[in-house]
């Protein structure tokens, strides 16, 4: 768990360093103060208004508690132990099996289930993945993501203008005086720095996944029952029940699973680490609690 945080750590102050270096390259401290306003503006509205909007996407009907008691019980019984506010729950309509959190901090937060999960887990995999999803909300996981997609659109946003400037030949310092800069090290940069970041946010989503498997295997005192329900929404995608559709695909990475990808290049371009490697990483932990 610590090296995740570590690397979490590590990541966003990357990524702020690149913030930083594409102003540095692009001479222009307005365009960078600039870019960081619309950045934090633009998902500062997501951070506080996504949840009713991704629930709103689904079409998720609250919970019906008399119907559903148990999931309840679940996530009352899990909540007291993290010393979390209970978070509202949802269901969703769909053969897809897949669950999911969101919410801007634990007095904020909705976890939402899929009736394809319901279909195919056992309540001890059930719980697994509650709390694993829960364990976002506890380690603010959606503010994290907040941090990271305000970096990297701040940096596409300075990567456009260094193409601009790379196409009129001029940037600009801070004094507003033209300067001439290499035009074919302004557009390689450019290019190459958006995705830069891009593959920044996305290992920062992946070591949030493999936090979260960790932080709901140790409040559970069961990884093998969240690594049993793995293998189960493994199965299930490759007999053809993916785990979301291209309607949702926008807010797939807040899903426990997302369809999976094969290749170590397309990996990199993964909102989840692979599969077998949560499932291996979830005995290992099993192993360790066994042998103290």
């Not at 540095?24 to 960081?36: C, E, F, K, R, W």
């Not at 001890?124 to 997609?149: C, M, P, Q, W, Y």
């Not at 305000?150 to 009129?168: D, K, P, V």
């Amino acid at each position: 768990m610590f090296f995740n945080t570590a690397k979490t750590i590590m990541l966003i102050t990357g990524m702020t360093a690149l913030f930083v270096a594409v102003g540095n390259l692009l001479g222009g401290y307005n365009g960078m103060v600039t870019a960081g306003i619309m950045a934090l503006a633009m998902n500062g509205f997501a951070y506080f208004f996504s949840d009713r909007m991704i629930l709103s996407m689904y079409r998720a009907k609250q919970l019906d508690q008399q119907q559903y008691g148990y999931i309840y019980t679940i996530v009352q019984e899990l909540t007291q132990r993290m010393q979390i506010p209970m978070p509202r729950l949802y269901l969703v309509t769909s053969p897809i099996a897949n669950a999911f959190a969101t919410g801007r901090n634990p007095s904020h937060a909705a976890v939402a289930v899929t009736t394809g999960i319901l279909d195919i887990l056992d309540n001890d995999e059930l719980t697994g993945v509650l709390a694993h999803e829960l364990s976002h909300v506890k380690n603010r996981d959606i503010l994290i993501g907040s941090v990271a997609a305000t970096l990297a659109t701040g940096i596409s946003y300075l990567a456009y203008m260094l193409r601009s400037a790379a196409m009129w030949g001029t940037s600009y310092t801070r004094d507003n005086e033209q300067q001439r800069r290499n035009p074919l090290v302004l557009l390689i940069a450019g290019m190459l720095l958006p995705i830069a970041a891009t593959l920044i946010q996305l290992a920062i989503s992946r070591s949030r996944e493999f936090q979260a498997d960790e932080s709901g295997a140790f409040i559970t005192h069961d990884p093998l029952a969240l690594a049993g329900a793995l293998e189960k929404l493994q199965q299930a995608s490759l007999r053809g029940q993916a785990a979301t559709d291209e309607r949702y695909e926008p807010t797939s990475a807040l899903g426990i699973v997302k369809p999976f990808t094969r290749g170590t290049l397309l990996a990199l371009f993964a909102t989840h680490p692979p599969m077998e490697q949560r499932i291996a990483r979830l005995r290992i932990l099993h192993q360790q609690r066994i042998t103290k």
